[in-house]
């Protein structure tokens, strides 16, 4: 959790304070660390040995970040970090605080600042000096947290955190020195602390949760996230395409439709115009046969008048 500047483990000897900085390990940690701390153990799951420490640390998170599905809390033993942060607060003591402060980061990277430290350059979250960036809202820290990462796996850094001297800013991404021998610059809205130095901060818990779109979108400082209004106005972008999209192809469907009804209606009219072909052509053929047949009778008829008469003739021949 080291900045660019400020104290380095080369220039004191962290062993001087380790034996030390143990106890007041486990002073801290109670119980959770007491009974299991054999010095090598970097971080020790809470799990069910402290529920009402974990409670209380879901408790404390849920204040300012109610949605947060936390699933997994360490506790951090780091004698010689500690060590060096005791010596810190010392050299602090007139006049300093120590507050309870969050830093998010991805799970990747958490651990491994547990080896290297909290390195400013790794995230865009600079606006207010070139430093490490904490915030006592949760909820604020997860939403302005680097959303470059791909890793949805992210841990919530409870740090205690020495506060003497601030120096307000309403936005500087160079600073890299406070002014007024300031050691500690906070935005004008109150809810990030940049520290500048090295040890001025120690990890006390790894809250561990899996990062989900209803934690932006459900956040109170969505509006005010331009990451987020970007994705949002992306997301409006994508919509408005994708309706475009969706009016194209039901225009097409609709022409295709059209075009269908309109192939479907000259078949029947074809199959209308045959059909009717062939009621004519059956009448006519009917209105012929009904002809022959009145023809026939009546050349029948002929034929037995002739008869009659022939007959009736012959009959007359025969008196005569």
């Not at 990747?108 to 290297?116: I, P, W």
């Not at 302005?144 to 409870?158: G, Q």
């Not at 059209?258 to 209105?287: G, K």
Request: charged share 30%; with cysteine; glycine share 4%.
């Amino acid at each position: 959790m080291y900045s660019h500047h400020g104290y380095r483990t080369k220039d004191y000897r962290p062993s001087k304070f380790t034996a030390h900085a143990a106890v007041q390990l486990q002073r801290r940690h109670n119980d959770s660390t007491s009974n299991s701390y054999g010095g090598s153990q970097l971080l020790e799951d809470l799990g069910h040995k402290d529920s009402t420490q974990s409670a209380q640390l879901k408790r404390l998170v849920h204040e300012t970040f109610p949605t947060c599905n936390v699933n997994l809390i360490q506790v951090v033993n780091a004698p010689q970090m500690y060590g060096m942060y005791l010596l810190r607060k010392e050299e602090m003591r007139y006049g300093a605080k120590e507050l309870i402060l969050f830093h998010v980061t991805t799970k990747s990277r958490a651990v491994e600042s547990l080896k290297t430290g909290l390195d400013w350059r790794r995230t865009r979250r600079s606006k207010f000096g070139c430093g490490v960036s904490f915030s006592d809202d949760a909820d604020y820290a997860n939403c302005y947290a680097d959303h470059s990462p791909k890793e949805e796996s992210r841990v919530i850094i409870v740090c205690t955190v020495l506060v003497n001297k601030t120096q307000r800013v309403s936005g500087n991404r160079t600073l890299i020195v406070p002014q007024d021998s300031a050691d500690t610059t906070v935005s004008s809205n109150s809810r990030v602390y940049v520290k500048y130095n090295d040890y001025d901060f120690y990890p006390l818990y790894l809250m561990h949760y899996q990062r989900t779109p209803q934690h932006l979108n459900e956040s109170k400082y969505f509006r005010n996230n331009r990451h987020n209004i970007f994705k949002q106005n992306n997301q409006v972008m994508q919509q408005q395409g994708s309706k475009a999209q969706r009016e194209r192809e039901q225009a097409q469907r609709q022409q295709e439709l059209r075009a269908q009804r309109e192939r479907e209606q000259e078949r029947l009219e074809v199959h209308r115009r045959a059909v009717f072909q062939q009621e004519l052509r059956r009448r006519e053929e009917d209105w012929l046969v009904r002809v022959r047949e009145q023809e026939l009778v009546q050349e029948q008829q002929r034929i037995r008048q002739a008869q009659a008469r022939q007959r009736e003739s012959n009959s007359t021949c025969l008196i005569l």
